[in-house]
């Protein structure tokens, strides 16, 4: 009973910790940028099939979800991420699983050159310039991992980015943990002040 007692507060605790360690990180590195005109940047992930794989499938539902405008006409859906495969550029896929799935009709550019993190963010810059706001949307991790590099590359840029709605309460609440862990391996190389800081 003392056994699983322990093992049950031991997964309420890493629950928890991989729940709170995902939202601050959804948190860190945004500000409160005003304006009309936004942009929703969608981070590919490794996608080797011929159709969206389940992670990109969320992630195309974060950004869909993250555009504040009721009609989405001042929302411009920027899909980043090239061929990782023998099949098509995962901005593509992440473009046709949003239009013939979920119905998105919205404005959508693709950037289907980038391989790496980095190369997403150097790619869409130019898809950025003429917007008030910018929401990148991943994995919180991964996101914060963009936005630091958003950071170093165009700090005037970055003054403009604002949460994207990829975190949720619950949401993958069992692989959090491991998000996390994942994540705390990821985000090593950045600066503390890119890790914790605000813009």
């Not at 869909?64 to 901005?91: M, N, P, Q, W, Y």
């Not at 958003?150 to 309460?169: G, I, M, S």
């Not at 943990?177 to 605000?198: C, F, I, M, Q, V």
């Amino acid at each position: 009973m003392r056994r699983r007692t322990g093992l049950a507060i031991a997964g309420a605790v890493a629950l928890g910790w991989g729940e709170w360690l995902n939202w601050r990180w959804s948190r860190t590195l945004v500000g409160h940028s005003g304006g009309v005109s936004e942009a929703v940047v969608v981070l590919g992930y490794r996608n080797p099939q011929a159709t969206a794989n389940l992670v990109n499938r969320w992630r195309v539902r974060a950004g869909l979800r993250s555009i504040s405008a009721a009609d989405g006409r001042d929302t411009r859906v920027i899909f980043s991420g090239g061929v990782t495969g023998t099949g098509a550029a995962e901005a593509q896929l992440m473009a046709d699983y949003a239009k013939s799935v979920l119905g998105f009709d919205g404005t959508v550019f693709l950037e289907d050159r980038s391989t790496t993190t980095w190369e997403n963010v150097t790619n869409v810059i130019p898809l950025l310039k003429d917007v008030d706001r910018i929401k990148i949307a991943s994995q919180p991790a991964h996101a914060l991992k963009a936005r630091a590099y958003l950071r170093r590359q165009r700090p005037d840029l970055a003054e403009r980015l604002v949460p994207a709605d990829d975190y949720r309460p619950g949401e993958w609440l069992i692989v959090k943990p491991l998000l996390a862990l994942h994540g705390l391996w990821t985000l090593r190389r950045l600066r503390h002040d890119e890790r914790k800081g605000s813009l």
